[in-house]
């Protein structure tokens, strides 16, 4: 959950881009630099060190993001950087996702498997929770070999776990209280 300050500059942002019709945009574009903030840590450290000048930071943002992303999100990461909040773009990009879903009637779905679902089954599985939620879904999938079998499927605070773990754990749980 993002904190106050990130949920502040995640909405002055969204309602920019939202009036400039590219909320879309801005969220696709503002995921790629978390990813890459994210495969290198030290370049968000670079700019998160006080003891780099500004100038040079901005330089480097120019460099790196100029040709790729919208200007106006480009002001928005210096910006950001200027008042040292750049350690922050990761919870911002959090909550602009979640005001993006929020009024576009989206909802993520992650869904844990023991193993990759198949095409077909993974679009069932998309179909039937759009159903679920009435809202368009995102899914993501993982795998998680120590779930045995079975599918645990997150939907905002919800969780429902029909993995085999669980079920011989419950069947465990049990049997132990049925012994003692």
Known sequence: MANIVSERYALSLYEV???AKKDELFLSELTAVCEIFAQNPDFLKVLSTPS?????????????????????????L???TEKNRIGLVSDMCEAYKEM???E??????????AQPMSEALTEKLRQKMCKVTGKKV????AVDPTLLGGIVVKVDNKQFDTSLRTRLSEMAQQLSNTIA
Not at 58 to 73: G, H, S
Not at 104 to 113: L, R
């Open 17 to 19: 881009a939202k009036d």
């Open 52 to 76: 780099i000048a500004l100038e040079e930071k901005q330089t480097v943002l120019k460099n790196v993001f100029a040709e790729r992303m919208e200007p106006f999100l480009l002001n928005f």
């Open 78 to 80: 210096m910006l950001i």
């Open 100 to 102: 993006y879903y929020l």
């Open 104 to 113: 576009n009637g989206i909802a993520e779905v992650c869904a844990v498997t």
């Open 138 to 141: 995102v899914l993501k999938t």
